[in-house]
T-cell receptor, first 112, second 115 residues
Framework: GENVEQHPSTLSVQEGDSAVIKCTYS??????FPWYKQELGKRPQLIID?????GEKKDQRIAVTLNKTAKHFSLHITETQPEDSAVYFC???????????FGPGTRLSVLP | EAGVAQSPRYKIIEKRQSVAFWCNPI?????LYWYQQILGQGPKLLIQ????????DSQLPKDRFSAERLKGVDSTLKIQPAKLEDSAVYLC?????????????FGPGTRLTVL
């Protein structure tokens, strides 16, 4: 089955700096890669996703890149703000309606 | 539109007791997921329903966990008997059915503590 690894497990950055979180997956059939943000005590919420037919997607300060050959994808947050502090999870899925495998999470702290 | 509803929000039980969780997905969402999230880890899929049929329950500990979605809407997840290692947040999520990739919407979760 699918296995998703995520690095780093914790990340501290100064406000205004960029943050990068990387994930690798094992199943070459996976073709959908969402990123979720989970604040303390709250539910995971989708912040951005990418399908396998594109290499990069951007939404304001957040971008995701995908390298299908190497089987890894990354989340990029620019101009970080204190409210970006949370745990970020990547996930991989084989397609519509199929189960998602989540990474172990990255705890991001943005220091003012 | 209303979000995914779950109850109860918190539950504390003794080991070997039974517990049940309830989930009401977003109206019209055919796919429903139950996840277990242990503190400090990512969500782990327990079971996935498409309408009232099971799509994937490969990681459900079937000797103690059971789940049903009888009318293809609400779902219940039961643990009987509970073990200490079952302490976790149980998240329910739903998504639309279709050929396109569909966002999962999560409920607030039920925090279970087994003493």
């Amino acid at each position: 089955g699918e296995n998703v690894e995520q690095h780093p497990s914790t990340l501290s950055v100064q406000e205004g700096d960029s943050a990068v979180i990387k994930c690798t997956y094992s199943d070459s059939a996976s073709n959908y890669f969402p990123w979720y943000k989970q604040e303390l005590g709250k539910r995971p919420q989708l912040i951005i996703d990418i399908r396998s037919n594109v290499g990069e997607k951007k939404d304001q300060r957040i971008a995701v890149t995908l390298n299908k050959t190497a089987k890894h994808f990354s989340l990029h947050i620019t101009e970080t703000q204190p409210e970006d502090s949370a745990v970020y999870f990547c996930a991989a899925s084989g397609g519509a309606g199929q189960n998602f495998v989540f990474g172990p999470g990255t705890r991001l702290s943005v220091l003012p | 539109e209303a979000g995914v509803a779950q109850s109860p929000r918190y539950k504390i039980i003794e080991k070997r007791q039974s517990v049940a969780f309830w989930c009401n997905p977003i109206s019209g969402h055919a796919t429903l997921y139950w996840y277990q999230q242990i503190l400090g880890q990512g969500p782990k899929l327990l079971i996935q329903f498409q309408n009232n049929g099971v799509v994937d329950d490969s990681q459900l500990p079937k000797d103690r966990f059971s789940a049903e979605r009888l009318k293809g809407v609400d779902s219940t997840l039961k643990i009987q008997p509970a073990k200490l290692e079952d302490s976790a947040v149980y998240l329910c999520a739903s998504s639309r059915q279709g050929r396109t990739y569909n966002e999962q919407f999560f409920g607030p979760g039920t925090r279970l503590t087994v003493l």
